[in-house]
């Protein structure tokens, strides 16, 4: 049985960033672009007018002289009419200079009089001038391969005129539940039933990592079904199963995928919750099969699907924040497994300080909605006093000061 260190190691060296595709500018926003996008022309692209004002020869800006008004430059044009000695240019804001024009000075500087104007103090040359090419050179590369796409970088694009972005494609992640006494959602459980949950929380842990998730359906107790569903799972880019993978008379899943094809790296974890764990490669395609505890269904998306998916996508951080905390209670545990225990992580200073968030049964749920990170006891103790210090793994850390965070994670929160 693998650790939890090793059988992370052992998923994520497996895992490649899939192929890359164009799509439009918008469509690529929280997407990783997969190559280097140069600039196509200079920005801006001629020396322009910062202000709405009059373009002039800085030199001849003498307080007591007036200078005649020889032209009207708007924005969205352009005058190849040169500003001639002891002349001015009205211009608006992101025109271009006219030829001879070297600085352009603020209406609310100068006063007019019968087409001419004069300046309340002396000009320097440059004045409210923007330089072709000050923000970006032509051929400069404005956004490298490897940045996510965000609102700067789309400014940035759209001013260079880029419509199609390359980015790393999106993983379809199909999820498949398993079991006879699942009902769909709309549906009230009768006895001995219950509603799959799984399904949809994993879907929302895709789609917080950014990938498309694909419900193809649940598959019941017997081999037909989970054939033909794991078969229909297995031409999406990521397989996840919930459920079916421990070592019952109807746990079908293992069995089931190495039948057709399917690789098995590793089976079982020594953690808690999620130790039924297995993951496998059909191909290349990533098959995760995740333990039906909708808890332990959770986590182990968190620790071991998530990173995978993010690296998919061409992600650089792909890993969690984790920082050093310290307990404020006593937490116990059965030795041997690391423990992966709900908390509520508050900030004091310098130091994070960890509350358990409730019940720790793998069956209570709503401790997953009060707890924003996940703390990690060691293997090799059953007691953590209150007051050990462990590693912290930040699911949300929304509420801790900005300042501390250089995350090494996405912020992505799939818990």
Not at 117 to 142: F, L, S
Not at 320 to 348: D, I, M, S
Request: a negative charge; one cysteine or more; charged letters at 25%.
């Amino acid at each position: 049985m693998l650790t939890y260190a090793q059988a992370r190691s052992a998923i994520l060296e497996r895992i490649v960033p899939l192929g890359t595709e164009k799509v439009p500018l918008l469509e690529a926003v929280g997407r990783v672009v997969s190559a280097d996008i140069e600039a196509p022309w200079d920005l801006p692209g001629s020396n322009n007018s910062a202000m709405d004002g009059f373009a002039v020869r800085a030199a001849e800006c003498a307080p007591d002289r007036w200078l005649k008004i020889t032209d009207y430059i708007p924005a969205g044009t352009a005058s190849d009419s040169a500003v001639p000695p002891g002349g001015a240019a009205r211009i608006m804001t992101g025109a271009p200079l006219p030829p001879g024009a070297d600085s352009v000075v603020p209406l609310e500087e100068t006063e007019e009089r019968s087409g001419e104007v004069r300046m309340q103090k002396p000009v320097p040359a440059g004045n409210h001038v923007r330089i072709r090419g000050e923000d970006v050179a032509r051929g400069e590369t404005v956004v490298p391969a490897g940045t996510v796409v965000l609102p700067p970088q789309v400014s940035m694009l759209a001013s260079c005129g880029i419509a199609l972005v390359p980015v790393y494609r999106k993983p379809r992640v199909a999820i498949l539940s398993t079991g006879d006494e699942l009902v769909e959602l709309g549906t009230t459980p009768g006895r001995g039933e219950i509603v799959n949950s799984n399904a949809y929380a994993i879907a929302a842990a895709v789609k917080l990592c950014g990938a498309e998730p694909v419900l193809i359906g649940t598959a019941r107790d017997d081999a037909q079904s989970h054939r033909a569903l794991i078969r229909e799972g297995l031409k999406a880019d990521v397989l996840v199963t919930s459920a079916g993978v421990s070592a019952g008379d109807r746990d079908l899943v293992r069995e089931t995928l190495a039948e057709l094809g399917v690789s098995e790296v590793f089976w079982k974890v020594l953690m808690k919750p999620g130790s039924p764990t297995a993951f496998a490669l059909y191909g290349t395609t990533p098959v995760f099969s995740l333990p039906g505890n909708p808890v332990a269904t959770m986590i182990t998306f968190e620790e071991f699907v998530a990173p995978s998916l993010l690296k998919m996508m061409g992600q650089r951080r792909i890993l969690r924040r984790t920082v050093r905390g310290v307990l404020r209670e006593e937490a116990r545990k059965k030795e041997g497994n690391l423990h992966f225990l709900r908390v509520r992580v508050e900030q004091e200073g310098d130091r994070y300080l960890a509350t358990s968030s409730g019940d720790q049964k793998t069956g209570i749920l709503k401790t997953l909605l009060g707890c924003n990170a996940l703390a990690l006891l060691p293997e090799g103790s059953s007691r953590c006093p209150a007051g050990t210090e462990v590693d912290l793994h930040l699911i949300d850390d929304s509420l801790l000061r900005v300042e501390e965070a250089e995350p090494d994670g996405t912020g992505a929160s799939p818990l």
